[in-house]
């Protein structure tokens, strides 16, 4: 059997899933676009799966009369689309999000025109932002570590 594990960014909510994941895709549609504050949302569809909360469970906000949205009351972290045909994760709530890569996009009516090109926009590594070094070199991450822990939250001496 294959599981998965993630949560959101603070570790006040974490989730396991035990069985195939293969139905990951990505939704351009106006209203997930607003729930992830993203171009689109990226999401892993648990059917067919066994999905548990292992720590906290999501807050939840009716974004329609037939879906609920699931995310961290704690830090804004999303982590879910439940509807009426079952429940998707948020992809990149998974501790190894590359391990999903999505098969298909939906609600492409909402794709925004420039999302097709941002694989041609200038990149660099973080370490080679020569002006954001000094910022970068006093950062302390609070953000919960890409794997289970025994406990929440960590300190943060």
Known sequence: MVEYSGGCQCGAVRFHVTGTLDDASICHCRMCQKAFGAYYAPLVSTRGAALVWTRGTPARYLSSNLVARGFCAQCGTPLT???PDGVALAAGAFDDPAALPPHIQYGVEGRLPFTDSLHALPA?????????????SRIVSFQHPDHDTPTWPPGRG
């Open 124 to 136: 660099r590594r973080t370490e080679e932002d020569i002006a954001a070094q000094a910022f970068l």
């Open 81 to 83: 689309y439940e509807a």
